[in-house]
């Protein structure tokens, strides 16, 4: 099956700065990665994805880049702020059509 | 708001005991999946129900089950509850089992004791 390593699991930032995450996947046949924020006593929120078929995807403050021969895919956030301190975690979409997700980020954005 | 619901928020249940959980999928979504989220973890699958019908299963025992309900609403029945048990249970809705965007309820905090 699908395995799915994420880094780093902390990471701290001063506000304005980026915070970049990183994931690997087994899989070759995955075909289609989100990313989940999830704040405290809340369920995951989808806030980017991308397809096998693309390399780069940008939504405003935050970028997600897949290298699909690596089998490595990133999120990145640019001027970050206090409101984007969650925890991150990086998914798979496997060819059993279920999600494999990382272990997940604990971002701090220090004001 | 994702438009699932799940029920209840919080539950705490002893060893043995059996626990039945709820979700409302998002509207005209008919495709549900339960996952567990233990402390500190990633979301971990245990199965998937498509038209009433299961269609994917992680690496949970048999005492976890499910149903899927003609509205598309499910429930996530564990039997014989352990200690290991406890943990974050989320709902997750898609439009269909092809469509890979996935929309998650807040879940529901089981604690074993």
């Known amino acids: 099956g699908e395995n799915v390593e994420q880094h780093p699991s902390t990471l701290s930032v001063q506000e304005g700065d980026s915070a970049v995450i990183k994931c690997t996947y087994s899989?070759?046949?995955?075909?289609?990665f989100p990313w989940y924020k999830q704040e405290l006593g809340k369920g995951p929120q989808l806030i980017i994805d991308?397809?096998?078929?693309?390399g780069e995807k940008k939504d405003q403050r935050i970028a997600v880049t897949l290298n699909k021969t690596a089998k490595h895919f990133s999120l990145h956030i640019t001027e970050t702020q206090p409101e984007d301190s969650a925890v991150y975690f990086c998914?798979?979409?496997?060819?059993?059509?279920?999600?494999?997700f990382g272990t997940g980020t604990s971002l701090t954005v220090i004001p | 708001e994702t438009g699932v619901t799940q029920s209840p928020t919080h539950l705490i249940k002893t060893r043995g005991q059996q626990v039945t959980l709820r979700c409302s999928s998002q509207?005209?979504?008919?495709?549900v999946s339960w996952y567990q989220q233990a402390l500190g973890q990633g979301p971990q699958f245990i199965f998937q129900?498509?038209?009433?019908?299961?269609?994917g299963r992680g690496n949970f025992p048999p005492r976890f089950s499910g149903l899927q309900f003609p509205n598309y609403s499910s429930e996530l029945n564990v039997n014989a509850l352990e200690l290991d048990d406890s943990a974050l249970y989320l709902c997750?809705?898609?439009?269909?089992?092809?469509?890979?965007?996935?929309?998650f309820g807040q879940g529901t905090r089981l604690t074993v004791v």
């Open positions: 899989d070759s046949a995955s075909n289609y």
């Open positions: 997750a809705s898609r439009p269909d089992p092809m469509n890979t965007e996935a929309f």
């Open positions: 998914a798979a979409l496997s060819t059993g059509n279920q999600f494999y």
């Open positions: 129900y498509y038209r009433e019908e299961e269609n």
């Open positions: 509207s005209g979504h008919n495709t």
């Open positions: 991308i397809r096998s078929n693309v």
